[in-house]
T-cell receptor, first 115, second 109 residues
Framework: DTGVSQDPRHKITKRGQNVTFRCDPISEHNRLYWYRQTLGQGPEFLTYFQNEAQLEKSRLLSDRFSAERPKGSFSTLEIQRTEQGDSAMYLC?????????????FGPGTRLTVT | AQRVTQPEKLLSVFKGAPVELKCNYSYSGSPELFWYVQYSRQRLQLLLRHISRESIKGFTADLNKGETSFHLKKPFAQEEDSAMYYCALLIQGAQKLVFGQGTRLTINP
């Protein structure tokens, strides 16, 4: 499978614990995005990278959240001191400027449950 | 404000009937709009984008700037069209997608 992959697919954690998610984009895609999706809602943008540079961050991304993309390949999203409100599906997407467009290809998501 | 509104959370039609999923947007810039679909147990995938002006799986969508709408249409629904559909707006510069809350389409046999 050469699509976007995410690990783990499911994570259950206790409130106050730290969690880290990984996203592997499609090879050679220079842009990588993180979104969060809660039940009954569409995905909401969190942040995006062009290569290793983090270029945009949503106000949803509180100081407990940090994202990195070392070397412009895979990315990690860490949530510190998790809260029950962090329970959601975390989606990763990647894109490249092929054909002059930046179509975003999504991964399967990581479902986080904070108990 | 940048916003995408899908007024119907649920839509149910019979096989062979026409389908229209509504999408309205609010955006001060030049809009670039997409429809994404998520079939059961699959990942979110692009269905079509307005700049392509193409028909995918029998679906079409026309951007109406006057009405700020981008409704998705199909003349004859098929059972395999049952899925969750999201309308999305690309914010230039930030390169982020703003999604509507989605419409769950169910095609009854």
């Amino acid at each position: 499978d050469t699509g976007v992959s995410q690990d783990p697919r499911h994570k259950i954690t206790k409130r106050g614990q730290n969690v880290t998610f990984r996203c592997d984009p499609i090879s050679e895609h220079n842009r990588l995005y993180w979104y969060r999706q809660t039940l009954g809602q569409g995905p909401e943008f969190l942040t995006y990278f062009q290569n290793e540079a983090q270029l945009e961050k949503s106000r949803l991304l509180s100081d407990r959240f940090s994202a990195e993309r070392p070397k412009g390949s895979f990315s990690t999203l860490e949530i510190q001191r998790t809260e029950q409100g962090d329970s959601a599906m975390y989606l990763c997407a990647s894109s490249s400027p092929q054909g002059g467009t930046y179509e975003q290809y999504f991964g399967p998501g990581t479902r986080l449950t904070v108990t | 404000a940048q916003r995408v509104t899908q007024p119907e959370k649920l839509l149910s039609v019979f096989k062979g009937a026409p389908v229209e999923l509504k999408c309205n947007y609010s955006y001060s810039g030049s809009p670039e709009l997409f429809w994404y679909v998520q079939y059961s147990r699959q990942r979110l995938q692009l269905l079509l984008r307005h700049i392509s002006r193409e028909s995918i799986k029998g679906f079409t969508a026309d951007l109406n700037k006057g009405e700020t709408s981008f409704h998705l249409k199909k003349p004859f629904a098929q059972e395999e069209d049952s899925a969750m559909y999201y309308c999305a707006l690309l914010i230039q510069g930030a390169q982020k997608l703003v999604f509507g809350q989605g419409t769950r389409l169910t095609i009854n046999p």
